[in-house]
């Protein structure tokens, strides 16, 4: 069993299942900002054809209604992006308030180091909040841009930095495919040389312009990446949860670009 996966415990119809693929609800973000919101959205992304959603981009909504309109959609959520200030500060109501949502992972969507010192400062800060975090039974994972794989003064790329100083239980990731790609990597090399970290991952295509070159985010399968060495290697590499995401869809509905991803992924 991986590390950080005692909340919600693998069962064997879960290991038959393998993969579950999650609707990452920062697609949709406009209209999660009322709970009236979040309760049409929450019925039309199982209507999709989701069993399992991504926490992202919410606006006020009291835990006890998310966790009533989930149970009443048949959702479950694998996975949230907290604010830092929530993580860091408030970490026992965070931990409260994931384990009655039945949520085993706790993102952190962002944050911005250039230089070792603020990495140094970044890791100071969460870690303490990582430990509690994962001796509750939850697990902090952190999710990446680009600029994580720029280098610091030192010469080392950010990302290796946290890695370097850290455990898979005080710090796990929540790579992107997406940017791991913008980024000049492997996303395939990446899941497998981190295996013991991964355990969600965040989908999402890049398109090329014929034109002018731009890159562009896409539906899984409607872009330039190669999705099924992709989503192999997640299996292989034993990623529990991989979170359909696409943060512009250019006059496309949200919502069907969701579905989209989701048919193509069939």
């Known amino acids: 069993m991986k590390k950080g996966w005692s909340f919600l415990k693998k069962n064997r119809e879960q290991e038959e299942r393998g993969m579950e693929i999650a609707a990452q609800l920062y697609t949709v973000r406009a209209k999660t900002q009322t709970e009236a919101d979040i309760a049409e959205t929450l019925r039309k992304v199982k209507e999709?054809?989701?069993?399992?959603?991504?926490?992202?981009?919410?606006?006020?909504?009291?835990?006890?209604?998310?966790?009533?309109?989930?149970?009443?959609?048949?959702?479950?959520?694998?996975?949230?992006?907290p604010p830092l200030e929530?993580?860091?500060d408030d970490t026992e109501k965070v931990i409260a308030e994931h384990k009655m949502l039945g949520i085993p992972y706790v993102g952190l969507g962002y944050y911005a180091a250039k230089t070792t010192e603020e990495a140094k400062g970044f890791l100071?800060?969460?870690?303490?909040?990582?430990?509690?975090?994962?001796?509750s039974?939850?697990?902090?994972?952190?999710?990446?841009?680009?600029?994580?794989?720029?280098?610091?003064?030192?010469?080392?790329?950010?990302?290796?930095?946290?890695?370097?100083?850290t455990t898979p239980e005080e710090f796990s990731l929540l790579p992107d495919?997406?940017?791991?790609?913008?980024?000049?990597?492997?996303?395939?090399?990446?899941?497998?040389?981190?295996?013991?970290?991964?355990?969600?991952?965040?989908l999402k295509d890049m398109k090329i312009d014929g034109e002018s070159g731009e890159r562009r985010f896409a539906e899984i399968?409607?872009?330039?990446?190669?999705?099924?060495?992709?989503?192999?290697?997640?299996e292989q590499t034993g990623v529990r949860f991989a979170a359909v995401e696409q943060d512009e869809c250019y006059g496309t509905d949200p919502f069907e670009s969701l579905r989209i991803s989701r048919k193509n992924i069939r």
């Open 221 to 234: 399968y409607n872009g330039n990446m190669d999705y099924d060495s992709i989503l192999k290697t997640a």
């Open 86 to 88: 929530r993580i860091a």
């Open 177 to 202: 495919i997406y940017w791991l790609q913008f980024a000049g990597l492997s996303p395939e090399k990446f899941m497998k040389e981190y295996a013991d970290r991964i355990q969600v991952i965040h």
């Open 137 to 165: 039974g939850l697990q902090f994972v952190y999710h990446n841009h680009f600029m994580e794989f720029a280098r610091m003064e030192n010469g080392q790329r950010v990302l290796d930095y946290y890695i370097e100083q």
């Open 124 to 135: 100071k800060r969460i870690i303490p909040a990582a430990k509690k975090l994962h001796d």
């Open 48 to 81: 999709i054809g989701y069993d399992w959603v991504q926490i992202s981009a919410f606006g006020k909504c009291r835990p006890e209604f998310l966790r009533d309109e989930l149970k009443k959609n048949g959702l479950r959520a694998c996975a949230t992006h």
